[in-house]
């Protein structure tokens, strides 16, 4: 059964950072387009960033130069290294694993930004 599996939220300060990671299992995770997705009380579900099989990111423009989305295809891992955290960036953060017409989410890490 996939299985994509998130850790590394926690409680940080305005101007803090935290590095997000998401394990997966039972993909050929190297085919995949992986991505982080977030979703704030109240508010839909958006892309943060994905990155490309070929390690092309995408950021969307509230956290560029903030965030950094890598993979590593050896470790079946894909990572979100977040800076200069802002209240705003609060919410639960889910990993996505896209190929074609085949998706998979794990389970959400809750992120909260508060002084």
């Known amino acids: 059964q996939v299985q994509l599996v998130e850790s590394g939220g926690g409680l940080v300060q305005p101007g803090g950072s935290l590095r997000l990671s998401c394990a997966a299992s039972?993909?050929?995770?190297?085919?995949?387009?992986m991505g982080w997705y977030r979703q704030a009380p109240g508010k839909q579900r958006e892309l943060v960033a994905d990155?490309?099989?070929?390690?092309?990111?995408n950021y969307v423009d509230s956290v560029k130069g903030r965030f950094t989305i890598s993979r590593d295809n050896n470790k079946n891992t894909v990572y979100l290294q977040m800076n200069s955290l802002k209240p705003d960036d609060t919410g639960v953060y889910y990993c996505?694993?896209?190929?074609?017409?085949?998706?998979?989410w794990g389970q959400g890490t809750q992120v909260t930004v508060s002084s």
């Open positions: 996505r694993a896209k190929l074609r017409y085949l998706e998979y």
């Open positions: 039972w993909i050929i995770f190297r085919t995949y387009v």
């Open positions: 990155i490309s099989t070929g390690y092309m990111p």
